[in-house]
């Protein structure tokens, strides 16, 4: 190593202990291995920097920082349009309505390993847009919401698990999630057929994670995820700290049957959180008991652990709790320390119900239906909705500006003058 790459490893072990970023964070490999991967060339990854460090501001600010999974760049803009500080990024989304092989699967990691950064890719490139949009009118506002990835069980072992945690920063991700089953057998938190790796081989995935992100400089948050309270399989019993749970009993394929339940994932979450910087345990039901339990469990160990939960659409809500129970559920999963709260699959349903409710209505009265839409979008423009003129929202007002300067101001092909959106829809009061 010479003598740059030696000072540069001398600079990130210091900054590894002394920032209180790192406080309580693992790393079993050193600054001199980061430094030696890195090579000769460092390339700034601005997006997922901007986003890791506002993501871990909000954590620490924020009683609980609540979001929705985006399915698609637009609705990422709504979101932020509406007032959400975040963007969650589920991989189950992907694999239904937006992966790379253009088919629709379960979330059982069938789909090419690359789509979900190349959608984080598609929401940042949206907000860009948003934020290109507003930049040219004249105002200020802050698009970049931190996106929150699912890397799923990592499609793959470690090196797997380092090259995906790349395409992620590469893309803009601020935090990515792991999760402790066999990639080969991966499932949905709320399906069957679960099976967990040993606890010591999910602590490699999460090292991978958090050196990729060395490596690259990026300030990424890992978020690890457990299965443990529901999974009742496991690929292997070598690690001994999975013994208590292991019921002797093979399956057919050869995997050991153990036993699911708050234990084993708080056995896990534990062995977790050094190299972690969230914590989750995926649940069944929405029980505030039950997390209040794993809440304990961890902050008796490692006080002030940040924690996410999964504020899931595969829960009947209302079987489970009353109306006044919802409304305060995430307050008080906030003060138990749940700081990143989340409702994975919100772009699927919302884009499915929306829809079916309009054809559903157009089907039987035709343009009424769109109609009662299209006024409801109007409804809207007072809380600061601007989709209604959807030739401004996806950016024809920023190419005009683009030709006009290429012309010299003399371009006679602009495309908002003379619309239909500029004759028909200047007196809702939003924004040209």
Known sequence: MNASAANEAVELAREWADSPRWEGIERDYSADDVVRLRGSVRV???????????????????????????????????????????IYLSGWQVAADGNLATQVYPDQSLYPANSVPAMVKRLN????????????????????????????????????????MKGMIEAGAAAVHFED?????KKCGHLGGKVLVPTSQFIRTLLAARLAADVL??????????????????????????????????????????????????ARGLAYAPYADLVWMETSTPGLEEARTFAAA??????????????????NWKRHLDD???????????????????????????????????????????M??????????????????????????????????????VSGGQSSTLALKGSTEEAQFEESGAPH
């Open 181 to 185: 089953q066999l990639a080969a057998e």
């Open 298 to 315: 961890i902050h008796a160990e490692f006080p002030g652990k940040l924690l996410a939960y999964n504020c899931s659409p595969s829960f």
């Open 44 to 86: 700034e990854h601005t997006l997922a920097r901007r986003g890791a460090e506002k993501l871990w501001r909000l954590l620490e600010e924020e009683d609980y920082v609540p979001t929705l999974g985006a399915l698609t760049g637009g609705q990422a803009v709504q979101m932020v349009k509406a007032g959400l500080k975040a």
């Open 217 to 266: 400089g990026v300030p990424t948050l890992v978020v690890a995820r457990t299965d443990a309270d529901a999974a009742t399989l496991l690929t292997s019993d070598v690690d001994g700290r999975d013994a208590p749970f292991a019921t002797g009993e093979r399956t057919p394929e050869g995997f050991f049957r153990v036993t699911a339940g708050i234990e084993s994932a708080i």
């Open 324 to 366: 006044d129970e919802i409304a305060a559920f995430q307050a008080e999963l906030g003060a138990l320390g749940y700081r990143f709260q989340f409702i994975t699959l919100a772009g699927f349903h919302s884009l499915n119900q929306s829809m079916f409710e309009l054809a559903r209505g157009y089907a039987a009265e035709g």
């Open 125 to 164: 490139n949206a907000l860009l847009r948003a934020d290109q949009i507003d930049w040219s009118e004249g105002k200020e506002v802050d698009w970049l919401a931190p996106i929150v990835a699912d890397a799923e069980a990592g499609f793959g072992g470690p090196l797997n698990a380092f090259e995906l």
């Open 368 to 405: 009424s239906a769109y109609v009662r839409l299209q006024q409801r979008e109007l409804g809207l423009e007072e809380h600061g909705y601007t989709a209604t003129r959807h030739q401004r929202e996806v950016g024809a007002g920023y190419f005009d500006e683009v030709a006009q300067a």
